[in-house]
């Protein structure tokens, strides 16, 4: 009798334990929970955390994040309003604002995922096809800084810099506030939206590469001719120098040779005036240098036998 008492006690406590267990569940800080009965939800979200109870079997607790969760959408080919084809790609943070709503309409964050994308990215594509490429490029109308080697050194900053009216960061306001008029629907709240990356297309890209490129050969050839300019302008000083150096060298020697043949003039004068002896000594001297200078090995020269010059020669012969 006791026997069969502590087996139904037992197998009671262990039915109890199986209802207790199937009926609690835990709620963390970053769970919110709504409670489906047969697939239909019942009550009203549970925020709060710690352990709530359900009844077994027939409900059930679905859980959602209450994070902030990431939307990362992809790259689309859009035509601005001045009929720029360009590539934009963006991304946002959400969360799911009311859980029953979401459960209604989305069911889970897949099915939120897919939702987000139809409307941010036709939300975008409305945006941007309103707007010029520049209000999508800049923020603000700030002017750039131009230095003076540099292609638009020469041209209108207006025309090259236009000034905007609206700016990316209004667009993406406007964007966000177009969308969570939308997502409010699901049970979801759009935090932000952003533009991860604006490019051109492949074709787009090529020909601005190409003037890019263009105009980088412009300055490096305006460097090479005003280097080639500044050559030109130190060799002709340098051959004016090296002249100028020449000619002062040229008059210094002169000078000196002229000083030292006025110097050996006086001292042969002097020499000469000293007396007869001297002259006679000095001519014979001055008559054998020339007759050195004078002659070669195979020269004629014809002279009168009463020619001074020839007066040497006569008396050594």
């Known amino acids: ?80 309003k001045d009929k720029r084809f360009i590539w934009v790609d963006t991304y946002a943070r959400w969360k799911i604002s009311d859980p029953l709503l979401f459960f209604q309409r989305v069911r889970n964050e897949r099915g939120a995922q897919a939702r987000l994308d139809d409307i941010l990215d036709g939300e975008t594509r409305n945006a941007v096809a309103k707007h010029n490429l520049v209000e999508l490029v800049r923020s603000t109308n700030r002017k750039p800084m131009v230095w003076a080697d540099t292609a638009l050194a020469d041209e209108n900053l207006e ?71 500044e050559a030109y302008k130190i060799l002709g000083q340098k051959e004016r120098e090296l002249k100028r150096i020449q000619s002062e060298a040229y008059k210094t020697a002169e000078e000196i040779r002229g000083r030292a043949d006025a110097e050996a003039t006086t001292i042969y004068a002097s020499a000469y005036n000293r007396n007869a002896d001297t002259r006679d000594f000095y001519r014979f001297l001055k008559t054998l240098e020339t007759y050195k200078t004078t002659f070669g090995e195979r020269d004629w020269l014809i002279l009168t036998t009463d020619n001074d010059f020839y007066k040497l020669l006569q008396k050594n012969k």
């Open 1 to 80: 009798m006791n026997k069969r008492r502590n087996i139904i006690i037992g197998v009671i406590v262990f039915l109890a334990l199986i209802v207790f267990v199937s009926s609690a569940f835990i709620v963390n800080e970053t769970e919110q929970v709504i409670i489906t009965r047969f697939g239909k939800p019942v009550g009203k979200s549970i925020n709060t955390p710690g352990i709530h109870f359900k009844m077994p079997i027939i409900e059930k607790a679905t859980f959602f994040e209450k994070r902030f969760l990431e939307w990362d959408g992809d790259a689309n080919q859009v035509p601005t």
């Open 159 to 229: 025309d090259v810099f236009p000034t905007i009216k609206y700016g990316r960061e209004r667009i993406t306001r406007e964007i966000l506030k177009a969308a969570q008029e939308r997502t409010k629907e699901l049970g979801v709240e759009l935090l932000d939206i952003r533009f991860k990356r604006i490019n051109y297309v492949e074709e787009v890209q090529r020909k601005i590469y190409e003037r890019m490129i263009t105009e980088r050969k412009r300055i490096a050839e305006k460097y090479r001719s005003e280097g080639q300019g």
